[in-house]
């Protein structure tokens, strides 16, 4: 335990008797008393709250129309290719994807990232995703809190339908839905293609 020292009378009278070369020392000296009186000053910054990603499965029954509208364009593409992007921009449901794929057996790497996603996260998040996997994710609770989603998805054969709310981010808290499809050639080539609705 730190004993406190003595304080000088002239420092510890009130500010009104105490002649003007000694007021610039006060704020100083008060702080130091507060210090070795065992104060610990104000309270330290709060540390940003832990990432939380409350994910709720949706029937796809109650799917948006549009929602409807891609799960038939999925089907009518069993493989993933150039043919589905065309379609994509064709129909007006590009701008609302994100789009993933994986090579080799490697990670879903972001491909493409459209409006509703870079409104969340920022156009200088997406650009820097892009081409990256999205476990490497600076939003790492996030990335790991979806990524069972989207294995179910790109292994199960059928969309994924869920509403998402994350706390933690920078931001307010985050509430959208997902619509996700996967591709899977085997183990060497994998897509992901997530409808966002934000």
Known sequence: MT???PITPSLAAPLKNRSGKHRGAWPFARGLVNILRGGRGGPPPQQ???TQVDIHRQPLRTALDWHQDMVALW??????????HDDLKSTG???RCVILTARDGGPLCFRYIGEPTRRVFGDRWADQNIGKPHLEDVHGAYAQAIDAQYREAVEGGEPVYNHLVITGLPRPPVNY??????????RRRQALL?????
């Open 3 to 5: 004993d406190a020292l």
């Open 48 to 50: 940003p709250a832990e």
């Open 75 to 84: 089907r009518r593409h069993p493989t993933f290719g150039p043919g589905l």
């Open 93 to 95: 449901l590009l701008p």
């Open 177 to 186: 839905r997902h619509l996700l499809f996967g591709w899977s050639l085997g």
């Open 194 to 198: 997530a409808l966002i609705d934000s």
